[in-house]
């Protein structure tokens, strides 16, 4: 019997994936539906739903009606025993009710991480950043929550490890610990913005055999007093020599796109062992400044802190795991918004919105897999290559070049 991979050969030069372990993966998924009167495996129907995706689809009604125009091609290549698609109702169902996201979360985080470590990479080697977002399509008229999902994202290989949903009466503080330990964090730096500054939290990760990385903000006025009264200028007084201090600092200077950024990060290890902070062993002050067309500019001041020591990590080091917070933002929640046009589908059945999500980080995560940066130009490719594909004889296509 022919593999999926076997019937569906792209040519050398298009977008290469193992659709036999992400078919694999997906068949583990336990199907919640009633078993009369199914018509479609449960895995064909994820199956489809991906590669509609990759194929430019962004809603499910585009989906529905990519998978209908490709009837007989997809239904051969998944052996289906019937020559038709679901039903556009059908296909808000089987995302809304037929699975669990977590399952699906938990089948796609095992594909995207491969095999389990069998010993601990370097303290410090991964970064694992957490952030969370509203799909703002499902948030009703005259009110001002949605649905809302947190994160724990690989900026340097861009694909989602886990994604839970936040309740509605809970918040990303909450929910964060959740995801934090469905993590192997052995050799993992997790970062986070002001919100996941957190005591307890900070406390898991450290003892999980990981590290933090937080910015200090109002949430933690104490913390960030201190870090701020440390990185004042001194004030020298006759007679008196100045407080030892051990400031090291590094520099990056981008331009592109119109605008010219330089960032400067100076890093103490003085408050180790003086602040109350859970395993503190670095405090940071990051200062940017942005020339922007026009003559406009911007300055500003952060500040953070580290569990991570100087000799595991550099002031560059820092630099870089703030930078790759920042990831988040435009590798995966701007892609979903712009290039995937998450937050215009209005999809609120079951856990729809959350499934239309995991099939979004699923393609950005293949995307990124082949080393592309360019979401859009490589969907397009992707949908070029899989018409013709589809479109060829089933004898042949394993030949198609």
Known sequence: MTTISQRLSLPNQALLFDLEQLYRCLQTVPDRRK?????????????IGVLAKLAGQDSSRAISHWAKLRKHELSRLFQLKRQTMPHYSTWSRVLGQAVKAEEVEQALSQF????????????????VCLDGKTLRGTIPAGHSHGVHLMAAYLPEQGVVLMQVQVGEKTNEITTAPKVVQALDLRGVVVTGDAMQ???????????????YVWTAKDNQPEMREEIALLFQPQQSRPGWSAVPMDLRSATTLNKGHGRLEKRTITVSSLLAGYSTFPYLAQVFRLESWVQLTGGRSRHEIRYGLTSLPASIASPKRLLGLVRGQWAIENGLHYRRDMTLREDHSQLRLGHAPHMLAILNNTVIGLVARQGRTNLAEARREFAYQLERALAAPAGRLEDLS
Do not use: N, W
């Open 112 to 127: 995207f991480a491969g095999q389990k470590r069998s010993q601990a990479p370097k303290r410090g080697s991964i970064q």
């Open 197 to 211: 500054a957190q005591r307890e939290l900070s406390v898991q990760i450290v003892e999980a055999h990981g590290d």
């Open 35 to 47: 078993r009369r009167g199914q018509r479609y495996p449960l895995a064909a129907l994820l199956m």
